[in-house]
C-alpha cells in the first residue's frame, strides 16, 4: 500500500485552475435543473424576481463558502478528511468524512445522470428525435427498461476514474478542453434559440420581474438550494481541487470568477430553455400552459430536458444538429462535475496511503455497484438525490464551523488575505460565513423537514423507506455520523500517514 500521491502536485495556470473548479461548478445543475426550478418558482408576470433572490443567495451563501473552502484546501493539501484535521484537529476527522461521503454518495447517482446525458447525445447524432411528446416519452421509457442505463453509468464512471488516476495535471488538460467547448456550445444553442421566432416572449417572461412572488418564503427557499446545488457550495469539491493550488493562487479573486462565472452560464442556459420552449410552443400553445410544460418535471427531474426537449428540437430547422450540439454540452458539463467527485472521493483515500491506482479504480468500481440501484430504479435515484442532496445543507454547515471554530479573524488573515493575495478579503464575509450562513443553513434543513412531513410524505413521514420520509433522511444520516464517529481515530491516524 505505496502512496504514490506527490505531495508538491498542483495546477500549472491559474487558467488551468479556474476551468477546472468551473467544471466542478457548471453541471447539470445549470442546465438540467436551473430553468424548470426557475419556472417552478415565478409569478403570473414573470420569473425576474426569483433571479434576484436567487442572486442575493450567490453573495450571501455560495461565495462565502467558495472562499472557505478554497483557502481550506489550499491550507490543508489534502482531501476533506486531511483539510479539516489540520483546521481543528483529529477529534473532528469524522466532519471531514461526512462531507466527503456526501459527495460521494452524490456521484452513485450522478454517474447515472451523466449516462442519461451521453444517451441522449447518441440518439440525437443518430437523427432518431420523437416527433411528438408520446414518442418522446416512449424513447424515455424504453432506454430506462434497457441496458443502456447500466453500461453508460459504467462508462462515465470508469471514464472519470481514467482522468483522475492520470492526475491533477490530466484534470487541468481535460478541463481546458471541455469547458471552453461546453462555453462555445452554450453560446452557439444561445444564438440558435433567441432567433427563434416567438422566442422574445420566453426572454421577456424570464427576466420580467413579479415583486409578489417575493413574498412567498418558498420562492427564497428554492433560489438559496439552487444557488448551492449549481456552485457547487459546500460540496468539498472546491476544497479538493484547491489542495492542489500553487501558494500564489488568490482566493478570493478566484472564488468570486468561480461563483459568478457560473451563474453567468446558468443564466444563458435558462435564456436557451426558456426561448426554444416559448419560440416552439408558442404559436399553439398559451403562455400559461407552456408555464405548466415547464414546470412540469417528470420522474426524477426528466421531463423538460429528457421528454419535452428532443420533441421540441423536432420541430425547429436544423433541429437534430442543434439537438446534438445541446446535449453534447449537456454530457460535457454531467462528466467534469462527476470527474471532481471522483477526484474528491480518490483523494481521501490517497490521504490515507492507498495509491492512486487503487484508489482511483476502487471508488469507480464501489461507485458502478453502489449506482446500480439507481440506474435501475428512478425511485431508488429519487430516494438517494433527496437524502444526499438535502445532506449538502449539513456539508455547507460544517464548513462555516470549522472557520469559526478557527476564528473568523484569524482564518481570513492568515488563510485568505496571504501575501501572495491580489485581492483583499473585508470584514463583510466574517459576518456572511459567521453569522448568516448557518442561520441558512438551519432555516433550509428546518423548511425541507417540515415539508417532507407534510407535503411529500405526511402520512408515512416516519416511515425510512418511504422515499421522501424525513425518517429515511435521518435514518441514513444516523448511520453515517454514528459510523463515522466509530472509527474517528482510526480515520483521524490513517490521515496521518502523509504528515
Not at 116 to 133: A, E, H, K, M, R
Not at 138 to 156: D, I, V
Not at 174 to 194: D, N
Not at 202 to 229: K, M
Request: overall charge neutral; glycine content about 10%.
Amino acid at each position: 500500500m505505496i502512496n504514490k500521491e506527490n505531495p508538491q502536485e498542483s495546477f500549472v495556470s491559474r487558467w488551468g485552475l479556474l476551468l477546472s473548479m468551473l467544471g466542478i461548478a457548471v453541471g447539470t445543475g445549470n442546465i438540467w435543473r436551473f430553468p424548470r426550478i426557475a419556472a417552478q418558482n415565478s409569478g403570473e408576470d414573470g420569473a425576474g424576481a426569483f433571479l434576484v433572490a436567487w442572486v442575493v443567495f450567490l453573495v450571501v451563501w455560495s461565495i462565502p463558502l467558495i472562499i472557505a473552502e478554497y483557502a481550506i484546501g489550499r491550507h490543508g493539501k489534502k482531501g476533506t478528511v486531511g483539510s479539516i484535521i489540520s483546521i481543528l484537529g483529529a477529534k473532528f476527522a469524522w466532519m471531514g468524512g461526512f462531507i466527503g461521503f456526501v459527495a460521494m454518495a452524490i456521484m452513485f447517482y450522478y454517474s447515472v445522470v451523466t449516462a442519461w446525458c451521453f444517451y441522449y447525445f447518441g440518439i440525437t447524432i443518430s437523427g432518431s428525435l420523437p416527433n411528438d411528446v408520446a414518442a418522446s416519452t416512449e424513447l424515455w421509457n424504453t432506454f430506462q427498461g434497457s441496458k443502456w442505463p447500466t453500461l453508460l453509468h459504467a462508462a462515465a464512471i470508469f471514464g472519470g476514474a481514467f482522468v483522475v488516476w492520470k492526475g491533477v495535471s490530466s484534470i487541468e488538460k481535460i478541463s481546458k478542453v471541455l469547458i471552453p467547448a461546453l462555453l462555445l456550445i452554450v453560446i452557439i444553442s444561445l444564438i440558435r434559440a433567441v432567433t427563434l421566432e416567438g422566442s422574445f416572449v420566453g426572454i421577456q417572461y424570464l427576466f420580467t420581474p413579479d415583486w409578489s412572488t417575493l413574498s412567498n418564503p418558498t420562492v427564497w427557499l428554492e433560489a438559496l438550494t439552487q444557488n448551492a446545488w449549481d456552485t457547487g457550495a459546500g460540496w468539498g469539491l472546491i476544497l479538493t481541487y484547491a489542495a492542489y493550488m500553487r501558494s500564489t493562487d488568490s482566493v478570493t479573486k478566484n472564488a468570486f470568477v468561480t461563483g459568478i462565472g457560473n451563474n453567468i452560464v446558468s443564466l444563458m442556459a435558462a435564456v436557451i430553455i426558456f426561448s426554444t420552449v416559448f419560440g416552439t410552443l408558442g404559436s399553439t400553445l398559451s403562455n400559461s400552459e407552456i408555464l405548466d410544460v415547464m414546470k412540469t418535471s417528470g420522474p426524477a427531474s426528466t421531463g423538460l430536458t429528457f421528454i419535452w426537449m428532443p420533441k421540441l428540437f423536432y420541430s425547429i430547422p436544423g433541429g437534430p444538429i442543434f439537438a446534438s450540439i445541446f446535449f453534447l454540452g449537456l454530457s460535457f458539463a454531467a462528466f467534469t462535475s462527476l470527474m471532481s467527485m471522483i477526484a474528491l472521493s480518490t483523494r481521501i483515500f490517497v490521504d490515507m496511503g492507498f495509491n492512486r491506482t487503487l484508489s482511483a479504480f476502487g471508488v469507480a468500481t464501489v461507485g458502478f455497484i453502489i449506482g446500480l440501484p439507481s440506474a435501475r430504479n428512478l425511485d431508488f435515484f429519487a430516494n438517494q438525490d433527496f437524502v444526499w442532496g438535502l445532506a449538502l445543507m449539513v456539508s455547507g454547515a460544517f464548513i462555516s464551523y470549522t472557520v469559526i471554530k478557527y476564528g473568523i479573524p484569524d482564518f481570513r488573515n492568515n488563510l485568505v488575505n496571504t501575501s501572495t493575495s491580489d485581492m483583499y478579503l473585508g470584514r463583510w464575509w466574517d459576518f456572511l460565513i459567521g453569522k448568516i450562513v448557518p442561520i441558512q443553513g438551519i432555516v433550509l434543513l428546518t423548511w425541507w423537514i417540515w415539508r417532507s412531513a407534510t407535503e411529500f410524505s405526511p402520512n408515512t413521514w416516519y416511515d425510512p423507506f418511504d422515499p421522501y420520509s424525513v425518517a429515511t433522511v435521518f435514518t441514513q444520516w444516523t448511520v453515517l455520523i454514528i459510523l463515522l464517529l466509530i472509527f474517528n481515530k482510526r480515520l483521524a491516524r490513517a490521515n496521518s500517514y502523509n504528515g
